[in-house]
Each structure stands twice: as structure tokens, then as C-alpha cells.
């Protein structure tokens, strides 16, 4: 089998993000950038299928700036066997995404595709579900569990009533879930290997794909400060606040 | 609360700007290692360290390695985080590529030790004890003892210890009982007893290979007629696999201040088998490989120590709200302002900041000359490399260490009567810090090494790697009207050192005792001047790059760089006066004097 697997470079989850002064989006400017965690979670399961003997060959791939390579790297020192780098300077919204995932999937025509169930930065979680939608395969989105059968994958899903299993037929997408697996710390060996395996560069005009963006952001604002809370004397003005301040009673 | 994230941003600057521009250009020649692995493998190690073996830091130290029989256990985790640190390929990180291992750069491995030693100092003891068996054993034994034993401390499945210490025979190594007798075989069999031995006995590895110094019958007395042995714990056939015990056994664990996790054991070698490392009789200067390594390595704690303190002391500095800045409210919408507005918190946190980041600049310098001694073909060069490093690491064991020691001090006054209470984690900072002003030489020792031994060699030549560097950066700079902040400073304090140098040379040839007297003043002295060089080459380097400076590093190290040449340097001007006045008023007091303010 061949598997692809998409891996986006994102803000440290460690990193306590910052509005910028402008309102216009969140400060990425000179904070530390990692792999998107979920995306650690599908490299895990590609590198986890290679070495089960399901998997044949690993790819890589990530769009963004030129540091977007960086996070190749890493998916390659965690085992991945080449990398593709969509070369973009600018934000993609998801469906740009997913188009241009799809572009190169027409080209390479892996058996599994599988994606972070969203990104840690804009947690939009559509990128995976219109992928799928755009080449008409199957989808088992939230997955804690795979496994493969033939010409079939069974997908444990995580459900809001608890857990799902569903079977799709080959082709098809993937999206993880936190429980799919624990990604591993690349190897210092794998590391140095790393840097040997080919990443390929292309870009959204090579693939035919336009990426203007469609849509427009119009403010971004921290969330509210908490507000500090207040002391009732008796049970009598802490009714009398429910009633009328938070008015959560009547 | 301990906190710690790797200092990434100051090791990449080390290596990228400090290192890259210092004439190391072998160091990046010669290896498998290119510059565009550093920012990946120093990210990968740094998450291994913050993620595995922080958590268990605490943790180690509350629960302690516990006995059992002969069976030492070490505390929950452990196991764990040392198969996962051996399987991702960091024990042999910087060892041959003969052997298994992936021959990085020394420089690159003492990064790895400093975040190891911040993040968990009793697990770091494991690997570094075992990289340093590995380069005792593969400096002096024979090649089959090479081929057996170096692959298999190379992947970590076997693990290595030092045994010089026997309950007479400490600082003193030529008191030294255990006993060798040789077999027709060609190997030996040890006896007697070695105590504190760290690692000699646990469950993460399944073999523990210790070297051992001991006397064979006849063998001059003192420490010229010592050995040294490697003995295994189970002796393995010629494939590697394990055969049969052999006679070693761990009798005990101390029950000790620190470094919990890490088990100081007694040894009892019963008719063990072992073989002979190096000539015989010249055990002492096999070790020395090791020792020498162990020492480096035994400061880099020192500085992995000071860099947590720091950040701990900080995050808590930051948080704390108690009383105003002297000048009036700075954060009048809280009930308090934070600790860090006080000058005095202030003070010491730049301290310990400036120091930790200043110690790394010279065991980042010290490493590199590691590297040189052993690439260089050219011989002047690398009798040069390796002048620094035997000069540098006595100074590197006892400062690095004073420094672990100090700033763990400074970090619990820094929480007040918070950090006395262990549910914090910064009392056990000092507890771990102050073992290693003890081990590998006590750092009185360290002093003796430098002013007795590597002052004298060669007629001063060790000196001139140091001083030879130091003059002609000032010479060069003497115009630099950017550096007038550092270069006058560093000047002054290298004219210091100079004098104080020819004085004790003068009057140590005379009177040993007066060598001896001040030779822990002197070590600092000496540190606090080659502190000062680094200081003034990263203001240098900083200054250069001020205009593309978007995080603010660059202008961060010149005031930290400020803050050290004229707050803390100064100390040499004291120390200075001390050592002058000679030794005379304590070499010369009488003993009983000592007891004259209490009856016995
Ligand atoms: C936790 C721990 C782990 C250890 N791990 C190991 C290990 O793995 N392997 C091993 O072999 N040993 C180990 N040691 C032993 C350690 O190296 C020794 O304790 C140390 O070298 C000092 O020896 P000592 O304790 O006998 O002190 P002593 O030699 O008795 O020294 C006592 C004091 O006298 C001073 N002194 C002694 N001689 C002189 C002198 N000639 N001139 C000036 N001052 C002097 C010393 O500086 C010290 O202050 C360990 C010790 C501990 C506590």
C-alpha cells in the first residue's frame, strides 16, 4: 500500500498564542513552530503500517512557507520515506488545501490518505472532509483505530455517544483522532538519515490550483478575560442575583 | 515549581555564531554531521528531555533507587525513559562509528548532557558514566576487549561504572587494597571493596560493566603500581551473549542528601574475573581518560543545575506578588507587584542568568577543543586543543559546579520560605547540585590539579593556550569603541590573573603550601577571566548583528554581558588581594588554635 500523509507546520502547542495589535491574526512572528500534534498521530500510523509490512512506501507532505520543509524533515526522520513540499508563502484556507492535496493524489494514487483531524492553529477540521468529498472517496474522520482487511479498512471513529466503527472500502481518507496512537521522538540514527531522502518542491500554480483566498477575516480578538467573581452574603442575594444578574433562574 | 525548556535559542547561537566563526571549521568538515541536522536534533533531544525525564525528576528524587538482596530497583519511570533514551539512539550519539555509534561532534554531545543534567541529573549519571567507560576502554584495551564490549555500551543494553573509591582510600587513590591476581588465562581476578560506586548496580541495563583499579602482588606501592581492570557483571561469551555471573555482588545503597534516583552503591569483588585495560601498572592514566571526560562531564551538571535554578526562579519570580518596587507601584491593578520588580530578586536572578550563560560560552569552547585534539592532523594544532582542554577541565569542574551549587542556593531565596518546602522542587536542585563539588575530585582537589599540576607542565605552555588567545583578542580589539564596556574590563582582569599567576609561581616554588593555599582562589579568578573572554566575544558577535535582531537576543546578551564585567567580575579585584597576602596566616596558625574556643 501507499500512504499519504499531510503534515502542517503550526505554533508550539506550548506556545501561549498572542492577538496581534492590529487585530488582524495571531502573532506567529519569532514563536517556536512544530508539526501540527495530529499530523504527528498520521505520520505515527504510516511509519506504524510501513513497519507492520502494510505499508510500502510513506509521503510526506506539507504546504506553507519555505520552513514548511523543516516539518518534512521531521516526518522523514520519523520514518516517512519522501516528502512533498507545496510551496506557498501565504495562509491556505482548507479547501485551497484540500485541492491541492487532491492534485497530488491524482499523481501519486496512494490506497490511504490520512490527515490531522484538524490543526492545532485555526481548528477548522475540514480539510480532511473535503478532500474526500473532492475525490469522491470514503471518509473515516475522528479515528482511534484502524485496521486493514483486504481491499477494506475498519475505523473506529470518536463519536459524541462513544465510539463508532465503520468500514470503508480502499481508497480513502483518514482523519486522527488523539487516540490512534503515541507519535514517537525521532531517532537520533533516523535523523542523520533523514536529510538523504528526496523532498520534492512544487507549487499551487504547478499543481493548477488557485489559491486565492475566498475568505475574508475580519477581526481577530482574544477571548474574554474572565471576570473576577463576588462574594454573596446569604442564600437570599445569591438568588436574587441568579435571577436578575446571570439570569439563569426566573 | 522546576521548570525547564532546553535554552535552544542560546545553544544555537553558540553553535551557529560563537563556534562557526572560532576557527572550528574541522569540526563541521569532518563528520557525518551538517549544519542543517543541529536545529533537528537539538529539537528532538530537548523534547525527550522535557517530556521523559523532567516528569520524573521530582518524582526520582521523592521515591529513591531502593535494595534488595543484591538487586538495586530504580524509582518509577526509570526503566521506561532509559530504553526509550537508548532506542532513539542518543547513548552513541557521540561515539564511533566503528562501534555503533553516530560520531557527532563532542560540542554537540555536551549540549545533549547539559539538558540531560537540567532535566534529571541522577538519570543523566547512567549514560555519562557509560560514554566515559566507552572512551577509557576504547583509549588502552586490546582490540578483542574493544570488539566485545564497545558495540554493546554503544546501544546502552550494557552500562558502565567507575570504581576508584575503597572506605580508606578516597582523594588518596594510592591507598588503594583491591587486589588483582593474574591467571593463566591472561585475565585476573579481582578482590576486595569499592564503595560509592554510582550505577554499580540497577535494572535498566542487563549487563554493568565496571572498571576497576586495583594492585597485583609485588606491585610498587602507591599510585604507580595500580591497574586498572574491567570487570563485568555477567561475563559475556565471544558473540555478545550473556554467560555466566560472576563474582560481583552490590552489598548496599547509601542513603544520601541528593541525587536520589542515581544509586551510590558499595561493590564486593569476590574472586571476580577481569582483564587487565591498558599496561599494567599504569592504571592511573588509563582512568585519567575517563576521569578527564567524567570531569567535563561533571561541570556540564554544574551548568545544566544553574540553567534550571534559573528558569525556575524566574517562572516563580514572575508569579509571586508580594510588596512594591522601591519606586512606587509598577502594577498598581494587582494587590502586590510581582518579586521580580524588587532589585535585590533582580540582582540574583542576572546572576545566575549571566553566569549559566557565560559557563556555557567556555564549556562550549573547551568541548570544541575536544573535538579539534582529536581531528586535527596538523600537531602544533592539536597540542594546542589539547593544552585548552587539560587546562579548562579542572577549571570547568570546580566552577561549573560552585556555580550548580550557588544558583540552586539563589533559587530557593528567590521562593523565600516557598522553596524550603520540597512539594516546590527547588530544595532538591541544591541537594543535586551539591554532589557534584564532590565527586570526581573534590573541587579542592580540582584547584590542586590546576595550580600544582597544569600550571607547571611543560613550563607554562598550558597557560599560553589561554593567555596567548586572551592578549591577542584584546590587542585586536584595543580600538573597539563598542566593546569599552567589556575590553577594558577584560583587560584589567587578564593583567590580574597574570600577576597573581607569577606570584604563586614564585612563592610555590619555595613553599608548596603557598601554591597550595590559595588554589581555590585562584581557580575562580581564573574562571571569572575566561568567563569575561566569552562575555566579550558574545558582546562582540552581538554588537555586529544588532540590526537583524527581532527576538532581541542579541541586545539581551549585551546587557546580560554588562551586568557580568562590571557586577561580578570585579570579584577578582578581592580575590586578587587575597591571594597576595599570601597563605601565611592560616599555613602558619598553630593547631591548637583551632580549639582554643571550647574544651574538648
Ligand atoms: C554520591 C556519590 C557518588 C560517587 N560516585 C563514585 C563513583 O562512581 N566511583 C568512584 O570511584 N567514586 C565515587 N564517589 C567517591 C568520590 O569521588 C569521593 O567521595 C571523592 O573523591 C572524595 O573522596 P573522600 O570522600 O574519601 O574524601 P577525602 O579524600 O577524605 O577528602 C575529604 C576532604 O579533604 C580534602 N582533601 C583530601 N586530600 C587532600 C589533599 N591532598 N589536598 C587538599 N585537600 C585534600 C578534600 O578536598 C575533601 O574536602 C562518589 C561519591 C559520592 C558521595
Redesign the pocket.
Known amino acids: 500500500m501507499k500512504v499519504v500523509v499531510a503534515v502542517k507546520r503550526v505554533i508550539d502547542y506550548n506556545v501561549k498564542v498572542r492577538v496581534k495589535s492590529d487585530n488582524s491574526g495571531v502573532e506567529t512572528a519569532n514563536v517556536k513552530m512544530s508539526m501540527n500534534p495530529f499530523d504527528e498521530i498520521a505520520v505515527e500510523e504510516g511509519v506504524r503500517m510501513r513497519e507492520a509490512g502494510v505499508a510500502r512506501e510513506l509521503i510526506a507532505v506539507s504546504m506553507g512557507p519555505q520552513q514548511s520543509k523543516e516539518t518534512i524533515r521531521t516526518a522523514l526522520a520519523m520514518g516517512s520515506d519522501r516528502g512533498i513540499h507545496v510551496l506557498h508563502p501565504d495562509a491556505l484556507e482548507p479547501l485551497m488545501v484540500a485541492k491541492l492535496m487532491a492534485a497530488i493524489i491524482r499523481k501519486e494514487a496512494p490506497d490511504i490518505v490520512i490527515l490531522g483531524k484538524q490543526a492545532i492553529d485555526d481548528d477548522s477540521s475540514q480539510t480532511g472532509q473535503m478532500l474526500a468529498a473532492l475525490l469522491g472517496w470514503a471518509q473515516g474522520t475522528f479515528a482511534s483505530k484502524l485496521d486493514f482487511e483486504g481491499e477494506f479498512v475498519a475505523v473506529t471513529r470518536e463519536i459524541d455517544g462513544g465510539l463508532e466503527t465503520i468500514k470503508l472500502k480502499l481508497p480513502a481518507i483518514i482523519t486522527t483522532d488523539l487516540r490512534l496512537n503515541t507519535p514517537r521522538y525521532a531517532s537520533l540514527p533516523n535523523i542523520m538519515k533523514a536529510k538523504k531522502k528526496p523532498i520534492e518542491e512544487t507549487s499551487p500554480g504547478d499543481l493548477g490550483v488557485d489559491v486565492t483566498p475566498r475568505l475574508i477575516t475580519v477581526k481577530v480578538v482574544e477571548p474574554a478575560k474572565r471576570q473576577a467573581g463576588v462574594k454573596v452574603e446569604n442564600v437570599e442575594e445569591l438568588v436574587e442575583k441568579l435571577r436578575n444578574e446571570a439570569k439563569v433562574i426566573s | 515549581m522546576q521548570v525547564y525548556k532546553a535554552p535552544l535559542n542560546d545553544m544555537k547561537f553558540l553553535f551557529k555564531d560563537f563556534l562557526y566563526d572560532g576557527g572550528f571549521d574541522i569540526i563541521f568538515q569532518n563528520s557525518d554531521f551538517e549544519f542543517s541536522d543541529l536545529d533537528l536534533i537539538l529539537d528532538q533531544a530537548a523534547r525527550f528531555c522535557e517530556e521523559e525525564l523532567l516528569p520524573i525528576n521530582q518524582t526520582g528524587d521523592g521515591e529513591g533507587c531502593s535494595y534488595e538482596r543484591g538487586q538495586v530497583i530504580t524509582p518509577t519511570g526509570f526503566k521506561e525513559a532509559y530504553e526509550k533514551y537508548v532506542s532513539n539512539g542518543w547513548q552513541s550519539a557521540t561515539l564511533d562509528k566503528k562501534y555503533g555509534g553516530s560520531g557527532l561532534p563532542y560540542v554537540l554531545g555536551v549540549f545533549l548532557d547539559e539538558m540531560m543534567s537540567s532535566s534529571n541529573m541522577s538519570f543523566g549519571n547512567f549514560p555519562g ?1 557509560t560514554t566515559n567507560a566507552f572512551a577509557a576502554i576504547e583509549k588502552s584495551a586490546s582490540e578483542e576487549l574493544k570488539d566485545l564490549y564497545l558495540p554493546k555500551l554503544a546501544t546502552g543494553e550494557w552500562s558502565g ?5 575503597e572506605p580508606q582510600c ?3 587513590l594510592g591507598l588503594t587494597r583491591t587486589m588483582a591476581l593474574p591467571q593463566d588465562d591472561d585475565s585476573y581476578r579481582i578482590t576486595g571493596t ?1 564503595i ?3 550505577g554499580g548496580e540497577h535494572d535498566l541495563s542487563e549487563n554493568i560493566i565496571h572498571l576497576v583499579l586495583a594492585k597485583t602482588p609485588g606491585a610498587p606501592k602507591g599510585i604507580k603500581g595500580i591497574s586498572l581492570f574491567l570487570v563485568p557483571k555477567i561475563i559475556p561469551n565471544p558473540d555478545g551473549s550473556l554467560d555466566k555471573n560472576n563474582g560481583v555482588e552490590c552489598g548496599s545503597i ?1 542513603d ?1 542528601m541528593g ?1 536520589k534516583a542515581s544509586p ?1 552503591c558499595v561493590m564486593r569483588y569476590n574472586d571476580a574475573k577481569g582483564w587487565l585495560v591498558g599496561e599494567l601498572h599504569k592504571g592511573m592514566s588509563a582512568m585519567f581518560v575517563m576521569m578527564n571526560g567524567a570531569r567535563l562531564m561533571v561541570g556540564v551538571q554544574g551548568l545544566g543545575m544553574t540553567e534550571i535554578a534559573y528558569q525556575s526562579a524566574l517562572f516563580y519570580a514572575k508569579d509571586r506578588l508580594q510588596g512594591r518596587h522601591p519606586g512606587g507601584a509598577k502594577h498598581p491593578d494587582k494587590p502586590a507587584d510581582p518579586i521580580l520588580v524588587h532589585p535585590d530578586v533582580r540582582k540574583n536572578l542576572l546572576k545566575i542568568k549571566s553566569l549559566s550563560e557565560g559557563v556555557r560560552g567556555l564549556i562550549a569552547l573547551t568541548a570544541a577543543q575536544v573535538d579539534v585534539a582529536r581531528l586535527e592532523k596538523d600537531k602544533l594544532k592539536k597540542q594546542k586543543a589539547e593544552d585548552w582542554v587539560a587546562l579548562m577541565t579542572p577549571i570547568i569542574k570546580a566552577y561549573g559546579t560552585d556555580i550548580g551549587s550557588e544558583s540552586a542556593n539563589l533559587a530557593v531565596q528567590i521562593y523565600g520560605g516557598h522553596g524550603y518546602i520540597k512539594e516546590h522542587g527547588v530544595e532538591q536542585l541544591i541537594r543535586d547540585a551539591r ?1 557534584a563539588q ?5 573541587n ?2 580540582q584547584a ?1 590539579d590546576l595550580v600544582g599540576r597544569k600550571l607547571t607542565q611543560h613550563n607554562g605552555r598550558l597557560l599560553r593556550s589561554f593567555f596567548d588567545l586572551v592578549e591577542n583578542y584584546i590587542e585586536e580589539n584595543s580600538l573597539n569603541e563598542q566593546l569599552e564596556d567589556f575590553v577594558p574590563l577584560l583587560t584589567e582582569s587578564i593583567e590580574r590573573l597574570d600577576q597573581v599567576t607569577a606570584f604563586i609561581a614564585a612563592k610555590g616554588l619555595s613553599d608548596p603550601s603557598e601554591g ?1 593555599g590559595p588554589a581555590a582562589d585562584y581557580l575562580k579568578m581564573f574562571a571569572l577571566t575566561a568567563i569575561a573572554y566569552v562575555w566579550t566575544r558574545y558582546a562582540d558577535i552581538s554588537y555586529k548583528k544588532q540590526n537583524d535582531d527581532p527576538k532581541g537576543f542579541y541586545k539581551a546578551k549585551i546587557e546580560s554581558g554588562k551586568f557580568y564585567m562590571s557586577k561580578l567580575l570585579p570579584e577578582t579585584g578581592y580575590l586578587m588581594a587575597s591571594i597576595i597576602s599570601g597563605a601565611k596566616s592560616y599555613t602558619d596558625y598553630d593547631d591548637v588554635n583551632f580549639e582554643t574556643g571550647f574544651q574538648l
Open positions: 558514566l561504572t567507575m570504581n576508584l573509591t578516597g582523594t588518596d569499592k560509592f560506586i554510582t547509601e544520601k541525587i551510590t554532589i564532590l565527586y570526581e575530585g573534590t579542592g582537589i590542586l597550595a
